[in-house]
């Protein structure tokens, strides 16, 4: 019994204590925590690991800490080399399915470092209805009884909507995994 105690308490501190004293950064929940006090390092890092998953800056602003991303189409299963689909279960989704991601990276100072906080938000496509894209269907709208007007109608003729699917936590602990294991320069 006392064995299983000193293994219960021990090994959980040791733990503890081997995060503190080995590395600089450590990962909870969707947040890692840089021990750097070099802030040019890290927000160069961040955006660096943004572009790997091919996702571009749509905004950035250092005073405040944050990173927004364009939306990017999720990448299915035929296109390996995209990386924001994360795992076998999201390329079969955006195989099926029009999905697309953007992420938001906060970076805030804390004492003896700073927290890179990232959500990556995907949302589904929905059609209202069936998309007239061949050429004889998309020619001229059909859903309106008599116009003068012959523009043609490129595509389909009412915008698409997006639902959101909320947040993406394979691709969210990835990312944290890629920050975590490139360490960040003093």
Sequence with gaps: MRYLSIILIGVPLLGTLSGCLGGSQAVSGNSV???????????????????????????????????????????????????????????????????????????????????????????????PGIAANSAGGATFQDNRPLQRDLNLVVGQSTPSGWINKGRDPALEAEMLQYLNSHPIGQ
């Design 33 to 127: 925590f840089v021990g750097t006090a070099n802030n040019e390092a890290v927000w160069e890092q961040t955006v660096s690991m943004l572009h790997k998953y091919n996702f571009e800056i749509a905004r950035e602003n250092k005073l405040d800490g944050i990173i927004e991303t364009d939306y990017k189409v999720g990448s299915g299963c035929l296109e390996p080399w995209h990386r924001e689909s994360v795992g076998f279960k999201n390329r079969v989704e955006s195989s099926l399915q029009s999905i697309r991601r953007r992420v938001l990276v906060s970076i805030t100072p804390a004492e003896g470092g700073f927290f890179v906080n990232i959500e990556a938000f995907k949302e589904l496509e929905d059609l």
